[in-house]
């Protein structure tokens, strides 16, 4: 029995040996057994690497020296040897020795320091602002002038749930990689104005050197100045809730022609699927687009199936409010549910989408026939708004 204990534990060994052996440093992310910080392709992020070098070095020499003395002391005056203690019970120059010392290491840490972060709060004179809304789980971006000034978009975690749940093999970006990145002109100020929609999140990506909380009321505001072309990856550093986990960062730094080509195409994809709110929709041509809208924004919580999460998020397959007045279920949607998970879409969403969501839940699952106003139109969102 031991010796097919010991194999087995042998096999499992290499096989976690193997694993290991697969997974590679992530391009703009986390490095296989990274222990440093990121070297990163902004200025700050680069004086912030030296600062922590510089502070770990200071901090190791006064840990040698007081110890070594402290050591040596023990080990020279001991007793045994017939040391005798001194009898004085002062000293000028150690007294002004152990106060002006120190002080000086202070200040020499004080002042690079100081200087790195005031210079982390200017972000006066910017090249371009970006509102960023953090929501349970994933960030809305909105280009406030510029090229690109108007354009909004939700980025969302595009890793699929089959990897997530284990039913398939884990991708190279697992858990890094969105929808809709966030794109950005190199060599530019790029201004970050940060709020919340929900809960605390934080705005994370250290190859920019950049984390600034993003807080339900307020606007912070940090930047960054990316000197590299390339997909810079991060994460939500603030814990927000279940999929806190799910709720990454890119950002795509282009050239300045390829930045403006972009919002070039963006605007005209965005007036091309602009959404006519007075349209009336079909009942199929909402089902199939609130099928997108509820696996981009809804799935995590109610489940592809609509069983939800028992204790923490509802099942909407049966729920009385989905098969009662259309009315309880767009206020729902629009303004949240105070006091529980349920965040307000209102401001994520417009109304073609909120009317095409609700609709495909009342239409999907054991739904399907049983409640009432089984058709909800963007001019029923509009009317509740």
């Not at 959404?275 to 909402?286: H, I, Q, S």
Request: net charge neutral.
């Amino acid at each position: 029995m031991k010796k097919w204990r010991g194999l087995l534990g042998a096999c499992a060994l290499l096989m976690g040996s193997a694993a290991v052996a697969q997974v590679k440093d992530m391009p703009g992310g986390p490095r296989v057994n990274q222990l440093n910080l990121h070297e990163g392709v902004t200025q700050i992020a680069r004086d912030v690497v030296w600062l922590h070098w510089m502070m770990l070095t200071i901090c190791i020499v006064i840990f040698i020296g007081v110890f070594g003395v402290m050591f040596y002391s023990i080990w020279a005056h001991r007793k045994s040897r017939g040391a005798k203690p001194a009898t004085f019970h002062e000293h000028l120059g150690v007294e002004v020795a152990w106060t002006v010392v120190p002080f000086l290491i202070v200040i020499a840490m004080a002042l690079p320091a100081t200087k790195t972060v005031v210079a982390m709060k200017d972000t006066s004179s910017p090249d371009l602002t970006i509102k960023v809304t953090g929501y349970q789980w994933k960030w809305g971006y909105e280009y406030l002038d510029g090229d690109a000034a108007g354009l909004k978009f939700l980025s969302n975690l595009s890793t699929p749930r089959a990897q997530i749940e284990n039913r398939e093999p884990k991708g190279e970006f697992y858990l890094m990689e969105v929808d809709n990145p966030l794109v950005v002109p190199v060599d530019k100020k790029v201004r970050i104005v940060l709020t919340a929609g929900d809960v605390i999140h934080s705005w994370m990506v250290p190859d920019l050197g950049v984390k600034q909380d993003a807080i339900p009321g307020f606007l912070r505001d940090t930047w960054f100045n990316a000197q590299k072309v390339g997909m810079y990856r991060g994460q939500c550093a603030e814990l927000c809730g279940k999929d806190h986990a799910f709720m990454p960062i890119v950002v795509d730094v282009r050239s300045q022609e390829d930045f403006d080509k972009w919002a070039g195409e963006q605007k005209k994809l965005m007036s091309a699927q602009a959404d006519d709110p007075n349209k009336e929709w079909t009942g199929p041509e909402l089902i199939a687009r609130g099928e997108k809208v509820f696996a981009g924004n809804c799935v995590a919580c109610h489940q592809a199936n609509g069983k939800g999460l028992p204790g923490t998020f509802p099942p909407l397959d049966g729920d009385k409010v989905v098969l009662g007045p259309k009315a309880e279920q767009i206020n729902v949607v629009l303004k949240g549910k105070p006091g529980t998970a349920m965040a307000a879409f209102g401001g994520q969403l417009n109304d073609v989408e909120i009317a095409a969501v609700i609709t495909y839940t009342r239409n999907a699952w054991s739904n399907e026939g049983k409640g009432q106003d089984p058709i909800v139109q963007p001019k029923d969102v509009a009317a509740a708004r």
